[in-house]
């Protein structure tokens, strides 16, 4: 037996320890009284378990109107998303839109533009809707950070597939709408998950947008809450707390389908 196989668990344990160690230390850290985690005490252990950083939470309806909102805003974003990432990519890959490669290239690189540099014009276009200090700011903000990888991804996809697929379902008389259902998308599972999977982790991990677009207490999304709850450094038990029963089903989520997130970015290649 090969050193590198001898090796090979050992690393995967090691990075699999690594991976876990912050979730280990959010836990304690939601399981201290006050500021413990912080300020003393071993910041990997507990000398005695308090749970009234659980309890505090779920006293008060917060917590609860935010998972809610996150849960909102969660559907939302995917639902829109992917309509809109499945349409672009179908119309760019075989629908015979001039420049597609060009576009999908464009759309891509939007993804790389740093999000501060889109704030304000950002924040200036809600208030002329109205839509600040709610979650449809959220709604409509999402979305345009997914679409662009989503596309690319779905247009990658569809062009990775034979052409005779679609040749075949105009033959027999499907239109654009039904080639697309019932022809492209059943074949497009590892690909959409992707697209979900990201959105999913565009919606958990920003913090920039869910802090600032809403200010509200009620209508603000878990991320947002956790920066209101933060600025109590004297108790951190409920923040912590706030965040482990926020990030672990998702956490959980993305690891069980993290097959599925590798096999759709691994389809298709951009020519």
Known sequence: MSAARLLRPFFLLVLTAFSLVPFWWMLIASLKAGDQQLTSGNPWWFDEVYWGGYRDLFAGSLFRTWMLNTVLVLVATVAISLVASCLAAYALAHLGVPHGRSLVLVLFATYLVPQGVLFLPLVRLLARLHLLNSPAALIVTYPGLVIPFGTWVLWSFFRSLPRDLVDLARLEGAGPVRTLTVV????????????GLFA????????????????????????GGVGLLSTDLGETGPTFAAVMLGIVPIALACAFFADRYAAGLGTGIIE
């Open 200 to 223: 999913v982790a565009v919606v958990f991990n920003d913090f920039l947008y869910a802090f600032t677009l809403i200010q509200s207490q009620q209508d603000t999304t878990l991320m």
């Open 184 to 195: 492209l998308l059943p074949m497009a599972a590892p690909a959409l998950a992707a697209v």
